[in-house]
């Protein structure tokens, strides 16, 4: 599977944006980039996905460089309830199946 | 709530006993996926169905078999239990098997190995 580095940790203030990096340099042509969520005695939680062009839900908005290497989650304005460990993963039916592979992610704190 | 039901939340057995986790799928959804989270592995990947056939095997021990039933809930079976295999498993579902479809995680069991 192609592989996804994330900062191990960041910090944010309530209310205010947040983006969170993801790098995938080795990225191919047909994988996916999903993120997903987990919160503190939860289980991960689907946030967004795209291929190349930006996207944009109730929850959160991806942001795609245009080589595709890296991408951005965009928090546009951060609560208590955000605070959670943030997984960027890349997704390719041909080579790894359906499953997703979890890394080690990037713990949100979220400050009052 | 994400409408995968895992049961039961909790289970502390001993070691050399052997369990059965248990997962409903959202409604209509025909992919079940397994998961270990261990505080030192992080979220393991052990096996996928698709409408009651195994699709993919990941880091899944020889001790450990899942099933998935025609009504398509599925089960995760745990024999000779280990200290190690003290950890979260996690049960997910998907309307499809593809690069697209989310996964929707239920909130876990919780295996203590005593």
């Known amino acids: 599977d192609a592989k996804t580095t994330q900062p191990n940790s960041m910090e944010s203030n309530e209310e205010e944006p947040v983006h969170l990096p993801c790098n995938h340099s080795?990225?191919?042509?047909?994988?996916?980039i999903h993120w997903y969520r987990q919160l503190p005695s939860q289980g991960p939680e689907y946030v967004i996905h795209?291929?190349?062009s930006n996207v944009n839900n109730r929850m959160a908005s991806l942001a795609i460089a245009e080589d595709r290497k890296s991408s951005t989650l965009i928090l546009h304005r951060a609560t208590l309830r955000d605070a959670a460990v943030y997984y960027c993963?890349?997704?390719?039916?041909?080579?790894?199946?359906?499953?997703?592979?979890f890394g080690e992610g990037t713990q949100l704190t979220v400050n009052p | 709530d994400s409408g995968v039901t895992q049961t039961p939340k909790h289970l502390i057995t001993a070691t050399g006993q052997r369990v059965t986790l248990r997962c409903s799928p959202r409604?209509?959804?025909?992919?079940v996926y397994w998961y270990q989270q261990s505080l030192d592995q992080g979220l393991q990947f052990l096996i996928h169905?698709?409408?009651?056939?195994?699709?993919a095997k990941g880091n899944i021990l020889e001790r450990f078999s899942a099933q998935q039933f025609p009504d398509l809930h599925s089960e995760l079976n745990l024999s000779s239990l280990e200290l190690g295999d003290s950890a979260l498993y996690f049960c997910?579902?998907?309307?499809?098997?593809?690069?697209?479809?989310?996964?929707?995680f239920g909130n876990g069991t919780r295996l203590t190995v005593t």
């Open positions: 997910a579902s998907s309307v499809a098997d593809s690069r697209v479809s989310p996964l929707h």
């Open positions: 080795t990225i191919s042509g047909t994988d996916y």
């Open positions: 795209g291929l190349t």
């Open positions: 993963i890349l997704r390719d039916v041909e080579t790894s199946g359906s499953r997703l592979t």
């Open positions: 409604s209509g959804d025909l992919s």
């Open positions: 169905y698709y409408n009651g056939e195994e699709r």
